[in-house]
């Protein structure tokens, strides 16, 4: 089974500093898919940016980029220019290729302080 | 944009009474499903229906619970007899088709059972 770790509970920045945010996961796949979505207190979730895994240039929109490191199996979130629009919980999830469904982390919680 | 819509956004009921939560997928999509999130915790997945049947169910998703497409534009999930632990958002999602194809989400019902 797949599972994704996110190891920050928590983080601050400052607006307009940059941040970054850490996802693990654990697979046996060779193609899955990755992303990020957001939760703000209003409790949505939104999308934020998804990579597919067999592309090795990295997911860039607008001020959401990540690090996909395959081999590492790593996938983390930088947000750059914080807006105190970005408050939210930011949660990474997993889904299989051939799969049906999205696996999340316990999401990390991220305060932009004014 | 199109959006996943959601009915109630927050329900109270008592132990042991039938809940139904309603959902309007994305018009184009093929693909539904239902998600649970916990206060505090992480979003969970609960059941997966296309084609008019459930294509995958978690271990969460047990007798009580079930899914319905009564029309070509609603998705229910029923909850027979609600329990304490039931209580939680529930979110509702959709695909369009192709595996990998983003998961769009609603704003969710929040359930709270007293």
């Known amino acids: 089974a797949q599972t994704v770790t996110q190891s920050q509970p928590e983080m601050s920045v400052q607006e307009a500093e940059t941040v970054t945010l850490s996802c693990t996961y654990d697979?046996?796949?060779?193609?899955?898919?990755l992303f990020w979505y957001k939760q703000p207190p209003s409790r949505q979730m939104i999308l934020v940016i998804r990579?597919?895994?067999?592309?090795?240039q990295n997911a860039t929109e607008n001020r959401f980029s990540v690090n996909f490191q395959k081999a590492a199996k790593s996938f983390s979130l930088k947000i750059s220019d914080s807006q105190l629009g970005d408050t939210a919980m930011y949660f990474c999830a997993f889904m299989e290729s051939s799969g049906d469904k999205l696996t999340f982390g316990t999401g990390t919680r991220l305060a932009v302080r004014p | 944009e199109p959006e996943v819509t959601q009915t109630p956004s927050h329900q109270v009921t008592q132990m042991g009474q039938e809940v139904i939560l309603r959902c309007v997928p994305i018009s184009n999509h093929l693909y539904f499903y239902w998600y649970r999130q916990i206060l505090g915790q992480k979003v969970e997945f609960l059941v997966s229906?296309?084609?008019?049947?459930?294509?995958?169910k978690s271990e969460i998703f047990d007798d009580q619970f079930s899914v319905e497409r009564p029309d070509g534009s609603n998705f229910t999930l029923k909850i027979r007899s609600t329990k304490l632990e039931d209580s939680a958002m529930y979110f509702c999602?959709?695909?369009?088709?192709?595996?990998?194809?983003?998961?769009?989400f609603g704003e969710g019902s929040w359930l709270t059972v007293v």
């Open positions: 990579q597919e895994a067999y592309k090795q």
């Open positions: 229906f296309y084609n008019n049947e459930i294509s995958e």
């Open positions: 999602a959709s695909r369009q088709g192709m595996s990998g194809n983003t998961i769009y």
């Open positions: 697979t046996s796949e060779s193609n899955y898919y």
